[in-house]
C-alpha cells in the first residue's frame, strides 16, 4: 500500500462517488473500497464534509496533472480540425475508464456544491496548459476575445461530456467541430 494512506482513501472515495453516487459515499464504504480496516476512513476524516473536501481536492490535483500533461505532450494545433480532434480525444477520456469515474464523482460533487460551497473548489477553472494551448491556437486564428471564447469552449465541451454521461452515446466529430468553428467566428 502507497505511504500516502490519505490518497488512497481519497481515491477511495472517488471510486465510492461514482459507483455508488452521493448517498453512497460513506466512511464504511470507503473503507471496503480502500481494502482497510472498519474505522480507518473516519480516523483520517472525521466528518463526511472532510472526507468530501479531501475527495475534491484530490480530483482537482488529478485533473490539473491530466490537463497539464495534455497540454505539454500535444503539439500545437495547427488547423480547427486538429484541435477538434485534440478535444475529441480528451472527451473520450472523460467518458471512459478511469476519466469517466472521475467525471462522475466531479458531477455529484458539483451538484452537492449548491449546498456546501466549501465544494465549490471543485467548479473553479484553473490555468494549465491544456486550456493555454487552446487560448494561443483561438489568438493564432486572430480570434480577438481568445481568453473568453476559450472559457466559452471549454465549458461547452464540459457540457457535452455531461449529457453523455448523463444519456449515454458518444460525442461526435461534427459536434466537436461545430464547437470549435462557433469559438473561431
Known amino acids: 500500500m ?48 472532510a472526507l468530501l473536501g479531501a475527495l475534491v481536492r484530490r480530483l482537482v490535483a488529478l485533473d490539473q496533472a491530466e490537463l497539464q500533461a495534455i497540454g505539454e505532450q500535444a503539439p500545437m494545433p495547427r488547423n480547427a480540425g486538429e484541435l477538434a480532434a485534440g478535444i475529441a480525444a480528451f472527451v473520450e477520456q472523460r467518458l471512459t475508464g478511469d476519466g469517466r469515474r472521475r467525471s462522475l464523482a466531479r458531477y455529484a460533487c458539483a451538484i452537492e456544491s449548491v449546498h456546501h460551497p466549501e465544494l465549490r473548489e471543485i467548479l473553479v477553472p484553473r ?59
Do not use: K, M, W
Open 2 to 49: 502507497p505511504a500516502d494512506r490519505r490518497t488512497v482513501l481519497a481515491d477511495a472515495a472517488i471510486d465510492v462517488l461514482a459507483e455508488a453516487g452521493i448517498r453512497g459515499l460513506t466512511h464504511r464504504a470507503v473503507d471496503r473500497a480502500a481494502h482497510l480496516p472498519p474505522g480507518t476512513t473516519s480516523a483520517y476524516y472525521r466528518t463526511r464534509q
Open 127 to 185: 490555468e494549465n496548459a491544456a486550456r493555454q494551448a487552446v487560448r494561443d491556437f483561438l489568438a493564432a486564428q486572430g480570434v480577438a476575445d481568445a481568453e473568453d471564447r476559450t472559457v466559452t469552449l471549454l465549458t461547452c465541451v464540459d457540457g457535452l461530456v455531461f449529457d453523455r454521461l448523463v444519456g449515454g452515446g458518444a460525442v461526435s466529430d461534427q459536434e466537436i467541430g461545430g464547437l470549435v468553428a462557433a469559438a473561431l467566428r
